[in-house]
């Protein structure tokens, strides 16, 4: 069975500290995809990043990065320099190969105090 | 280039009757995914169509159905309402299955059941 647990239910963090998304996946499958989406008031989930089951390589966008470690079935996520505007609910998603069906998680929620 | 679009964005029904939300995927896609997201929760997959075909579907009773267009919109309909069905429902689209390319996903609709 796929599951994705974000153990991180709130964090604050005061403008410009850096700030560490915990998330952790368990899944049968050898192959399969794992996501990051962002959820401000508006609803709408923002896409940030896919990684396959193949690619380890850490990856860093501006002030995100994504430390994707397989050995602990891990894909963290960390903003550096918060910003207000990063204020969100952030979620990890999980899809097997085919795809179709994202399991995501319940979400951490982050608020960045100016 | 307009996203994923979604109506109504609020409805309120009363317990036992029946809704219908409506989707409008990014343009160029042909996908659609929907998902129910209770308040503090990640969203769960209810079904993906393509081609106007259910093409899998979560754990979600027949209570739920849905149907897509020739032009790739789609309708999601939910009979015998139940205090239970209050939730933001997403769309997502995408240009075949979701995981090669990630998730177009709408504002969603804000269903209360009274």
């Known amino acids: 069975a796929q599951k994705v647990t974000q153990a991180q239910t709130e964090i604050s963090v005061v403008e410009k500290e850096d700030v560490t998304l915990d998330c952790v996946y368990e899944?049968?499958?050898?192959?399969?995809?794992l996501f990051w989406y962002k959820q401000p008031p508006s609803g709408e989930l923002v896409f940030l990043i896919r990684r396959n089951s193949f690619d380890e390589q850490n990856e860093i966008s501006g002030r995100y990065s994504w430390n994707f470690q397989k050995s602990t079935s891990s894909f963290n996520f960390t903003i550096t320099a918060s910003q207000v505007v990063d204020s969100a609910v952030y979620f990890c998603?999980?899809?097997?190969?085919?795809?179709?069906?994202?399991?995501f998680g319940t979400g951490t929620s982050l608020t960045v105090i100016p | 280039d307009a996203g994923v679009t979604q109506s109504p964005t609020h409805l309120i029904k009363t317990r036992g009757q029946q809704v219908t939300l409506r989707c409008s995927p990014k343009?160029?896609?042909?996908?659609v995914s929907w998902y129910q997201q209770a308040l503090g929760q990640g969203p769960q997959f209810i079904f993906q169509y393509y081609e106007e075909e259910e093409r899998q579907r979560g754990n979600f009773p027949d209570r739920f159905s849905g149907h897509q267009f020739p032009n790739y919109s789609s309708e999601l309909n939910v009979n015998a309402l139940l205090l239970g069905d209050s939730a933001l429902y997403l769309c997502?689209?995408?240009?075949?299955?979701?995981?090669?390319?990630?998730?177009?996903f709408g504002s969603g609709t804000r269903l209360t059941v009274v």
């Open positions: 899944t049968r499958d050898t192959t399969y995809y």
């Open positions: 997502a689209s995408s240009p075949g299955t979701g995981g090669a390319f990630g998730y177009t």
């Open positions: 343009s160029g896609h042909d996908t």
């Open positions: 998603a999980l899809s097997e190969v085919s795809g179709v069906q994202f399991y």
